[in-house]
């Protein structure tokens, strides 16, 4: 597979020096509002916003958990300028630091306190969700193969509820939508040719997102299509609105409490699902490295290989899918997808510079547009290859 250029960002005017220079000020901005974190927090966090845009790359210090393994992740990069590493890599890192800048791993008070925690719980308990929860109740007269299609829909738009995305986005949505890439029928056929597999879903966001994709796995378990789902999440806070095992627990809950009788049945059979053992929430602290998954350790790829199908959701994950690289729109998705060990479905709305798999008059049409399509969210793409 021959490799594109890495994406930085240190190119004036693009998305990745955006999300440096523009939209982690305002993130910061919001979370010491959110939270009230004392002195050494507060000031812990505004150095490193003015580390990443001026600063260089630094280790983790000795007594981090996971410096041993940052140590390896960064091997090349410690004393690089933050612009000048991979943009994928640098801004993992940067999430990274803010942990530890708001101390979530040094013992005190605010240890183990997710950072993003009032953003997550803010749009949770939101009345968007109660609308989004009673519009289950009318997709149960649907004929099953318009439901199926309907929940693959909305675990796809879904991707949308991106808090990290709506700091600069804006909370009016992302208007128009426009589906670039659709593979959904070959999706549905990789979970027949391996009817009652086990199914990897490996989420994106918290929140607006993670209640679509639970209510798809709930349909993937009742209807027989999978076995069992193995839902992989992030060990700890990471890119703002990334689902953790707390997180799933607080969806369940949601869907539980829900008025909408349709809603509360799907939490209901998802909670004895987990209970069970056929719905099994994971994690592996490679969910969190600033590397692609074909560099994944031999234990995960053993994990999915053994899939019938494995679902990356979101824009976070196709970058590590496909390498965060400055890929033609119109390489084949199969080049840069074809390492991953199992048969790999992408959901994921744009929003950020890379994409693959798109013909040419769809690319045209785009770039005839005249706007920044790549990054708006306005567009997505269902994307597999079942050769895995």
């Not at 390896?72 to 630091?97: D, I, K, M, N, Q």
């Not at 086990?198 to 299509?225: F, M, T, Y």
């Not at 049409?365 to 399509?373: C, K, M, N, P």
């Amino acid at each position: 597979m021959s490799n594109a250029p890495v994406i930085r960002s240190d190119v004036p005017g693009s998305f990745a020096r955006g999300v440096f220079h523009e939209r982690h000020p305002e993130l910061v901005r919001r979370l010491l509002a959110a939270l009230p974190y004392g002195p050494g927090e507060r000031a812990a966090v505004e150095r490193l916003l003015v580390e990443s845009t001026t600063g260089v790359l630094e280790p983790l210090g000795d007594g981090a958990p996971d410096a041993a393994r940052w140590e390896e992740w960064g091997a090349g990069l410690w004393g690089t300028p933050w612009e000048e590493a991979p943009f994928l890599w640098a801004e993992s890192y940067f999430y990274r630091r803010l942990l530890d800048a708001t101390g979530y791993f040094r013992p005190g008070a605010w240890q183990g306190v997710d950072p993003f925690a009032p953003f997550k719980g803010a749009e949770l308990a939101g009345p968007a969700v109660d609308d989004e929860l009673a519009a289950l109740g009318g997709l149960d007269g649907l004929p099953a193969a318009r439901r199926a299609e309907a929940l693959l829909s909305s675990a796809l738009w879904g991707n949308r509820a991106d808090l990290s995305f709506q700091l600069t986005a804006g909370t009016g949505g992302p208007g128009a939508s426009d589906l670039v890439a659709d593979d959904s029928a070959e999706l549905w056929a990789a979970l027949e040719r391996a009817p009652g597999g086990r199914v990897c879903v490996v989420a994106d966001n918290a929140g607006r997102e993670l209640l679509p994709d639970l209510v798809l796995i709930d349909h993937l378990l009742a209807a027989g299509r999978a076995a069992q789902v193995v839902l992989h999440v992030k060990p700890q806070p990471y890119f703002v609105s990334d689902a953790t095992p707390a997180d799933v627990l607080a969806a369940l809950q949601r869907l539980c409490a829900a008025p909408e009788p349709a809603a509360s049945a799907v939490g209901e059979r998802l909670w004895e699902a987990m209970a069970g053992g056929t719905l099994v929430v994971r994690t592996h602290p490679f969910s969190c490295a600033p590397l692609p998954y074909a560099d994944m350790p031999e234990d995960l790829r053993a994990e999915f290989a053994g899939a019938a199908l494995t679902i990356l959701k979101g824009d976070l994950n196709y970058r590590r899918l496909v390498g965060d690289r400055r890929w033609p729109p119109t390489t084949r998705f199969a080049e840069t997808a074809g390492y991953f060990p199992s048969p790999v479905a992408a959901l994921r709305t744009l929003k950020s510079d890379v994409i693959v798999g798109l013909d040419a008059p769809t690319v045209a049409r785009l770039d005839g547009t005249g706007t920044a399509w790549r990054t708006s969210g306005r567009h997505a793409v269902v994307q597999v290859h079942g050769n895995g």
